[in-house]
């Protein structure tokens, strides 16, 4: 019986990291990137994204993700966007799957900015 628990609680601790690194749970890279049709800048911390099981799998939907990056690489993300226009919530745009993006940022101390990109999946 013992055996078969410490079996259990290894095979689950593996799908956690499947699961995590796949991007399916969790604020990773893999999910940002996959979610939000964007690459992130190599420097960008503090990844969250919401909610924390990605749906895009299942039904169209939504989702918000922010992170930290350094200000010099903001042109690098707005560029990988199509027909960006400024909006009274901030920047809007296409991602490159067509999905719509509104990017909001916030200055933070040392010349970083946390940005914010709530996407609608088409």
Same mark, same amino acid.
């Given at each position: 019986? /013992?055996?078969?628990? =410490?079996?259990?609680? @290894?095979? #689950?601790?593996?799908?956690? *990291?499947?699961?995590?690194? #796949?991007?399916?749970?969790?604020?990773?890279?893999?999910?940002?990137?996959?979610?939000?049709?964007? !690459?992130?800048?190599?420097?960008?911390?503090?990844?969250?994204?919401?909610?924390? $099981?990605?749906?895009?799998?299942?039904?169209? #939907?939504?989702? #918000?993700?922010?992170?930290?990056?350094?200000? !010099?690489?903001?042109?690098?993300? =707005?560029?990988?966007? %199509?027909?960006?226009?400024?909006?009274?919530?901030?920047?809007?745009?296409?991602? !490159?799957? *067509?999905? @719509?993006?509104? $990017?909001? &940022?916030?200055?933070?101390? %040392?010349?970083?900015?946390?940005? &914010?990109? /709530? &996407?609608?999946?088409?």
């Amino acid at each position: 019986m /013992k055996r078969i628990a =410490i079996i259990a609680l @290894i095979l #689950s601790f593996l799908l956690c *990291g499947l699961l995590y690194f #796949s991007g399916i749970v969790g604020s990773s890279r893999a999910r940002f990137e996959r979610d939000h049709s964007i !690459k992130l800048p190599t420097a960008a911390t503090e990844i969250t994204c919401d909610p924390f $099981i990605s749906l895009s799998c299942l039904w169209d #939907s939504g989702e #918000s993700a922010s992170f930290v990056m350094l200000q !010099k690489d903001l042109d690098d993300v =707005i560029r990988q966007f %199509n027909n960006t226009r400024i909006s009274p919530e901030g920047l809007r745009g296409v991602s !490159k799957d *067509g999905n @719509i993006v509104a $990017i909001s &940022t916030e200055e933070r101390s %040392n010349g970083e900015l946390r940005v &914010t990109i /709530k &996407t609608t999946w088409n």
